[in-house]
């Protein structure tokens, strides 16, 4: 039987080593047709020409980009400086969204370390709870969160009326709003590929490392750390790319002193009047960031694979 079985699964991996090009090819035309077309339309349109009255001209320049980076003056006669404006604003989107992604760890990981250690049965249930403030829309989900730090919001009313403090906490239109807002907006895709490593866990590794008289601190850095880290890194991905390009958190909390990238790309297109090819040349520079990092990513843990 034993015999039977192998050879039954053997034919089973031929037949689909056979076929993988069909197998595979809705996916490449999935992939192909709603992320690489976009993708190279967008490439496209930053080394076109803009037009003065909005709109692009189908003459191909790198004009966007060195408007990134340096600075000719008003008439573009000046001898060129770097561009720091725009630099900042990435900087600025970078830091935001690091301590977002940081804010997410810190309260996620405590989340789904605590659904995993529950029983199966009421495991879902708190996964529901997670996961059901999220089926409502992002914008309305980010208004809300503006209504409740404003001055006259629930949160500053209660803790007038506690005492805790004595005048209202200005907390819209600041660094603090915006990594809330990011932080409310992306803690599920924390908590969700951190509980997925933690489920797998063995618990009994934890009591072998208790009977070597490690304490709590210790078992946590040397064992439970190193065997969820592949979903830390996950979660950290999923709330780190989507942050450093958001737009809603920054315009409806961080005000015009919190501009991130994704406000400064938002802009460009907005309107007739609006830069494309400058919007896209900005869209492509923080694509390039982001794979950058992703394939460094990628390769170290090949080679620590490989080890």
Request: with cysteine; proline share 5%; glycine share 8%.
């Amino acid at each position: 039987m034993a015999a039977g079985a192998s050879s039954g699964a053997g034919i089973t991996s031929d037949i689909y080593k056979k076929n993988a090009f069909g197998l595979m090819l809705p996916s490449w035309v999935m992939i192909g047709f709603f992320l690489l077309v976009p993708v190279a339309i967008m490439g496209v349109y930053s080394i076109l020409t803009k037009e003065f009255r909005g709109g692009v001209i189908w003459e191909f320049s790198a004009a966007s980009y060195d408007q990134f980076f340096l600075d000719r003056g008003l008439f573009g006669d000046e001898p060129p400086v770097i561009e720091w404006t725009y630099i900042n604003i990435f900087l600025r989107s970078i830091q935001q969204a690091a301590m977002a992604t940081l804010l997410c760890l810190i309260i996620g990981f405590p989340t789904a370390w605590f659904i995993a250690t529950r029983d199966e049965k009421s495991r879902p249930i708190w996964l529901f709870l997670i996961t059901i403030p999220y089926w409502v829309n992002l914008l309305i989900r980010t208004v809300s969160m503006k209504f409740l730090i404003r001055d006259n919001g629930p949160l500053n009313e209660f803790l007038l009326w506690t005492g805790v403090i004595s005048e209202p906490l200005g907390l819209v239109n600041t660094d603090l709003a915006v990594q809330l807002g990011l932080f409310y907006s992306y803690l599920p895709f924390m908590v969700l590929p951190i509980y997925a490593s933690a489920e797998r866990y063995d618990f009994s590794l934890s009591e072998a490392a208790a009977d070597l008289y490690a304490g709590a601190w210790t078992t946590l850095r040397l064992v439970i750390l190193p065997l969820v880290k592949p979903g830390i890194i996950a979660g950290c991905i999923l709330v780190f790319v989507p942050s450093l390009g958001a737009f809603l958190a920054p315009d409806l909390l961080g005000g015009a002193k919190n501009f991130m990238i994704g406000s400064l790309i938002e802009e460009q297109f907005k309107g007739a009047a609006g830069n494309w090819p400058f919007g896209a040349a900005v869209s492509m520079i923080l694509l390039t960031i982001v794979m950058a990092v992703l394939i460094i990513y990628a390769r170290s843990q090949h080679k620590q694979q490989e080890k």
